[in-house]
């Protein structure tokens, strides 16, 4: 802890299983939501005690099944990566949400005939069936730009910059916006 610039007031070792999950209530008490990391058996009841239970995919079978999140490897760095997609996820699901509710709200009426009696506007129904298809295929392509989201890793477009052929927009669904992340540290 302190080579990582934890004060030792914050940092809580050497104690039980139970200690430990005692002290994850009392942060949820205080602070709300709390995550914590573990790969033992003594971590596996704060695991469980936790929010969001982050295990080390080199630690026990208990902790591993006691947890809410695997990470694969045995680096903390997949936390922050963890977060950062979690977040870029939800912000996708919210956008094709959008998109798809503003969708329907045109294209059902349309398709229903209920401009037709005053305007004369309406859809036919084959019209319509592919309307629907191409709304499904937007929302899939809105999807697949998670690829798109580089977690300290040079996104794949980056290393086209400066050919002749990439076009000046060809960033712009990638942009990655910075994320704020706190920790409370135990």
Same mark, same amino acid.
């Given at each position: 802890a302190d080579q990582v610039g934890?004060?030792?007031?914050?940092? %809580?070792?050497? %104690?039980l299983p139970a200690e430990k #999950?005692?002290?994850? *209530?009392? @942060?949820?008490?205080?602070? !709300?939501?709390v995550a914590m990391i573990g790969d033992g058996v003594n971590d596996?009841?704060?695991?469980?005690?936790?929010? %969001?239970?982050?295990?080390?995919?080199?630690?026990?079978?208990?902790? @591993?099944?006691?947890?809410?999140?695997?990470l694969m490897q045995a680096d903390l760095n997949g936390v922050c990566k963890? @977060?950062? @997609?979690?977040?870029?996820?939800? *912000?996708?699901i919210r956008i094709n949400f959008i998109w798809a509710f503003v969708y329907n709200v045109v294209g059902i009426p349309f398709a229903a005939g209920v401009f037709f009696p005053t305007a004369r506007l309406h859809l036919p129904p084959?019209?319509?069936?592919? #309307? +629907? !298809?191409a709304s499904s295929f937007c929302v899939?392509?809105?999807?697949l730009l998670l690829w798109c989201?580089? $977690? !300290?890793? *040079?996104?794949?477009?980056? *290393?086209?910059?400066?050919? +002749? +052929?990439?076009?000046? $927009?060809?960033?712009w669904p990638c942009r990655k916006q910075s994320v704020p992340i706190a920790a409370e540290r135990t």
């Open positions: 934890i004060s030792p007031d914050r940092v %809580v070792a050497g %104690v #999950a005692a002290k994850v *209530r009392q @942060l949820q008490a205080t602070h !709300g939501t596996a009841p704060a695991l469980a005690e936790a929010d %969001v239970g982050i295990a080390v995919g080199s630690g026990t079978d208990v902790a @591993l099944e006691a947890a809410g999140m695997v963890a @977060l950062d @997609l979690s977040v870029v996820t939800m *912000r996708r084959m019209y319509a069936g592919i #309307a +629907m !298809g899939v392509c809105s999807s989201s580089s $977690f !300290g890793q *040079r996104p794949w477009h980056h *290393r086209l910059r400066g050919c +002749m +052929m990439t076009p000046w $927009f060809w960033d």
